[in-house]
Antibody, heavy 121, light 111 residues
Framework: QLHLQESGPGLVKPSETLSLTCSVSGGSISTSDYYWGWIRQPPGEGLEWIGSIFYSGSTYYSPSLRGRVTISVDTSKNQFSLSLRSMTAADTAMYYC?????????????WGQGTLVAVSS | QSALTQPASVSGSPGQSITISCTGTSSDVGGYNYVSWFQQHPGKAPKLIIYYVNNRPSGVSNRFSGSKSGNTASLTISGLQAEDEADYYCSAYTSSSTPYIFGTGTKVTVV
């Protein structure tokens, strides 16, 4: 059974860069059937799509974060990563990685447990 | 692209049926059948319960059903149970510069 696990720092200082990794186990990230995505949820608020990546490296980003966000993939480690620059308090959130079905259904069907990131000096 | 509109809260008694709406535009909910619904219990990750408007993943109770009419999608929970108390989010694929958007979220309370 496929499992996704986020990892990274729980605390980031303002203006610094957040780096998170999503490790995929129980299946290969190198499949043409899925994208791999990042979603975040500020405390007490709703979900926001950050961006997605295909195993080939093709990326799609939210316009509201474009310019600050980079998503990359390491197929040899079966991982994909999120980099978010110039962090502010508004970026404080639970960050989730998820698998996204490609083609027919386009659904976020498997999620990691999430990792809480706080921005504070 | 703003979020899809959902009611902030919906409540019902055990055994009743409730429906949660998710309103978008012709560029998202109305334009594609790529509408999903997620259930999120406190402190937990969202769980996919409906995809492609009205399909249930394996293991999801058949008490959950989805539908769509025009620019509004709906999630119905029948035979409401205490364990259904959670937040529910819709999402849709869009033709805009943001390919995926989520709803504002609905808190379901079983009274």
């Amino acid at each position: 059974q496929l499992h996704l696990q986020e990892s990274g720092p729980g605390l980031v200082k303002p203006s610094e860069t957040l780096s998170l990794t999503c490790s995929v186990s129980g299946g290969s990230i190198s499949t043409s059937d899925y994208y791999w995505g990042w979603i975040r949820q500020p405390p007490g608020e709703g979900l926001e799509w950050i961006g997605s990546i295909f195993y080939s490296g093709s990326t799609y980003y939210s316009p509201s974060l474009r310019g600050r966000v980079t998503i990359s993939v390491d197929t040899s480690k079966n991982q994909f990563s999120l980099s978010l620059r110039s962090m502010t308090a508004a970026d404080t959130a639970m960050y989730y990685c998820a698998r996204v079905t490609r083609g027919g259904f386009r659904a976020f069907d498997i999620w990691g447990q999430g990792t809480l990131v706080a921005v504070s000096s | 692209q703003s979020a899809l509109t959902q009611p902030a809260s919906v409540s019902g008694s055990p055994g009743q049926s409730i429906t949660i709406s998710c309103t978008g535009t012709s560029s998202d909910v109305g334009g594609y059948n790529y509408v999903s619904w997620f259930q999120q219990h406190p402190g937990k990750a969202p769980k996919l319960i409906i995809y492609y408007v009205n399909n249930r993943p394996s293991g999801v109770s058949n008490r959950f059903s989805g539908s769509k009419s025009g620019n509004t999608a709906s999630l119905t929970i029948s035979g409401l149970q205490a364990e259904d108390e959670a937040d529910y989010y819709c999402s849709a694929y869009t033709s805009s510069s943001t390919p995926y958007i989520f709803g504002t979220g609905t808190k379901v309370t079983v009274v």
